[in-house]
């Protein structure tokens, strides 16, 4: 008799979860982790990272490059070289705030000037990824196209983002803000024993900028993953959409 009555339990309870399960329209079964977004091919992927990039790329050395992107941000501002901050205070103390702040101006300058040509740079860079890179990329964070490309390019790009710079700081006249704020300083310390500065400002800017466009990428790429009125082409609506 007992045996009896387990079966029915066993068939009632059994019932009520299938049943359960088809009014709530519930998988019965578990679900399993997919190789890659449904709907979209391989090659879909790929395609669109290297657009999210490309469009990031081209959005941010346009927001750096223009007047004031480094200068009026707050986030991007290159500020005096730190390692050379002794030298912006005595000179402001001597009476040379005027002269100090033309030369922080003029590095900011000179980081907008060299952004406007790291586009064709960024944009070379994009153009290899494997199939691999690309699904993790895809399920990663917010940032994780822009951190796999600064991993992967970030010491081509101070190769070949120096040389721009250095143009970038004659045509601005860096150094001739740089050298009679140095020269000054090491004066004024001359008789002091002071240790003498010359800070590697090609070195510092190129850093700055680089750094600089890369904060603004992820942003471009953060807004590109949540807002979908930034998914400006149909490859972008496919691939973030999905």
């Known amino acids: 008799m007992k045996k009896q009555n387990f079966k029915i339990l066993t068939v009632a309870i059994a019932t009520i979860i299938f049943t359960g399960c088809a009014n709530l329209n519930l998988p019965l079964d578990f679900p399993t982790q997919p190789t890659q977004p449904a709907g979209l091919t391989t090659a879909e992927i790929i395609e669109g990272l290297k657009e999210a990039l490309t469009v990031g790329a081209k959005n941010a050395t346009s927001k750096v490059s223009k007047t004031d992107g480094f200068f009026k941000n707050s986030e991007l501002f290159i500020p005096f070289p730190p390692e050379a901050i002794k030298v912006k205070n005595k000179l402001e103390q001597a009476g040379f705030k005027k002269q100090v702040d033309e030369f922080v101006l003029s590095l900011n300058r000179a980081a907008e000037d060299a952004s406007s040509r790291a586009l064709p740079i960024f944009t070379d860079a994009v153009k290899s990824m494997s ?21 992967k390019t970030y010491s081509k790009l101070v190769q070949e983002f120096t040389p721009v710079v250095k143009q ?71 691939v973030f959409g999905n």
């Not at 199939?131 to 991993?151: F, H, M, P, S, V």
């Open 168 to 238: 970038s700081i004659n045509k601005v006249k860096v150094t001739s803000y740089w050298n009679p704020v140095a020269n000054t300083y090491n004066t004024l310390t001359a008789f002091t024993g002071g240790e003498q500065v010359n800070p590697n400002l090609e070195e510092y800017i190129t850093t700055k900028a680089i750094d600089g466009v890369f904060l603004m990428i992820a942003k471009e790429e953060a807004l590109i993953r949540k807002d979908p009125a930034a998914r400006i082409t149909d490859i972008l609506k496919k």
């Open 131 to 151: 199939i691999n890179d690309a699904k993790n990329i895809l399920n990663g964070n917010e940032n994780a196209a822009t951190q796999y490309l600064r991993d």
